[in-house]
């Protein structure tokens, strides 16, 4: 099978870990020992989000006295795709030796007039007690919500229209390379209209719902979205949660995920799946070779019936 594979921002820095470079190199182990046994089996392609790293590089800007102002997240996200696909192209070699594997910084076209410029929800850095993110948001003029017990920064997140590179990418995959990219959802950029001049915007795309176009333009098979939890729950969080192990891509929507977490992920394997009638799982990292194989996870399909 063809396979888009949709890494969490947190695979490579988890919750509560200290941004260091030595601890990123030592997670990567463990996304290599998921991924490889699948790559062994399936064409694959690799996307990645970059939320820790891109909120490192922002507070690092804005705290350069070398800077008349902070480079903007076009630029942050075109860095991070950089350094998260080297750390990943590294480690692939080491595990799949002979394979070519090539890293691509990619660019994802949004509308300028999308809404979501208006309403950030896309969460970026680390998380703050409330005091201190108030206090940085004052200081930098960042939005902030809250992310479980504590509070992070936001960013707008518009919708992926086309990922530019997409033909590079299908020239890549019939050479058969693995191929990385559209990490962090790839550069936001916006189009001219006129003369089809790229501009990049203060933004970070969502990169489960440019997996999701990404998978879809490339005729995959399977987009499997990666995480840090075993399956999608209904009522997560509370007392009554339950594990949601088959879904439709109604029942991913009727179950109004939070705009935070969840729910990019439950979207982007609804539209998949709408829009091709191929599979979609969401599941733990750990168990990415499982919930291919139909043995962990929550597998999405256009037609439970038809299972």
């Not at 990219?181 to 209209?193: F, H, N, S």
Request: proline share 6%; hydrophobic share 45%.
């Amino acid at each position: 099978m063809r396979i888009v594979v949709a890494l969490g921002g947190n695979a490579l820095l988890h919750r509560g870990e200290r941004p260091d470079a030595d601890v990123q190199e030592a997670n990567i182990d463990r996304v290599t020992t998921a991924i490889a046994g699948l790559a062994l089996e399936h064409e694959i392609v690799i996307t990645h989000g970059n939320g820790p790293q891109i909120g490192l590089l922002a507070m690092e800007s804005a705290a350069d006295p070398a800077l008349r102002a902070s480079y903007p997240l076009d630029l942050l996200g075109a860095q991070t795709q950089g350094m998260i696909g080297s750390l990943l192209v590294r480690a692939m070699y080491d595990a799949l030796p002979g394979r070519p594997i090539a890293a691509l910084v990619t660019h994802t076209r949004v509308r300028a007039d999308d809404p979501a410029f208006g309403t950030p929800t896309k969460f970026v850095g680390q998380v703050y007690p409330r005091k201190i993110a108030e206090s940085l948001a004052r200081t930098h003029g960042w939005h902030i919500a809250k992310d479980g017990t504590g509070w992070r920064r936001v960013v707008p997140s518009p919708s992926p229209e086309r990922i530019l590179e997409t033909e590079t990418i299908h020239g890549l995959l019939g050479s058969g390379v693995l191929v990385i990219c559209a990490g962090g959802g790839g550069v936001p950029v916006t189009a001219d209209q006129d003369t089809g001049a790229l501009t990049g915007v203060e933004a970070v795309v969502d990169k489960d719902l440019t997996a999701a176009l990404l998978a879809e333009d490339l005729k995959a098979d399977f987009l499997l979205i990666l995480t840090d939890v075993p399956c999608v729950y209904a009522g997560y969080g509370t007392h009554d949660a339950q594990p949601v192990l088959d879904a439709t891509p109604d029942d991913l929507r009727r179950g109004d995920y939070p705009a935070g977490s969840m729910g990019p992920k439950a979207e982007a394997a609804a539209r998949f799946v709408e829009r091709t009638g191929a599979l979609a799982a969401i599941g733990a990292l750990d168990a990415a070779y499982e919930i291919v194989h139909g043995r962990s996870g929550t597998l999405v399909r256009r037609d439970l019936a038809a299972g």
